[in-house]
Nanobody, 125 residues
Framework: VQLVESGGGSVQAGGSLRVSCAAS????????MGWFRQAPGKEREFVAA????????YYADSVKGRFTISRDNAKNMVYLQMNSLKPEDTAVYYC???????????????????WGQGTQVTVSS
């Protein structure tokens, strides 16, 4: 499985960005995909997750109401729309796959089996 993120960049506070994750290789008819982020000097933290069907989503409190996760299975893509960005959202954003998802979204990195290389998002004040 290969996951490739794209769409990162620099934006001013209050602006918007959409990051994308393209999946290739093994395809999944179940499982969940998640977005994490890691700021310099900090641990990687959970941002959002979505089921394969797209019917269920879960967000970290810090992004709830500002970020939206979605997916397009026909294109093997997962997206993270980020609105009302804040400087504290600055981080490298990673997508990941939890192939064992069975109804509970996990927010720790060890629950995810495959990872992309990340894309940088920088929000200036």
């Amino acid at each position: 499985v290969q996951l490739v993120e794209s769409g990162g960049g620099s934006v001013q506070a209050g602006g918007s960005l959409r990051v994308s994750c393209a999946a290739s290789g093994r395809t999944f008819s179940s499982g969940a995909m998640g977005w994490f982020r890691q700021a310099p000097g900090k641990e990687r933290e959970f941002v959002a997750a979505i089921t394969w069907s797209g019917s269920n989503t879960y967000y970290a409190d810090s992004v709830k109401g500002r970020f939206t996760i979605s997916r397009d299975n026909a294109k093997n893509m997962v997206y993270l729309q980020m609105n009302s960005l804040k400087p504290e959202d600055t981080a490298v954003y990673y997508c990941a796959v939890d192939v064992h998802y069975s109804g509970t979204f996990y927010t720790y990195t060890g629950a995810y089996d495959y990872w992309g290389q990340g894309t940088q998002v920088t929000v200036s004040s």
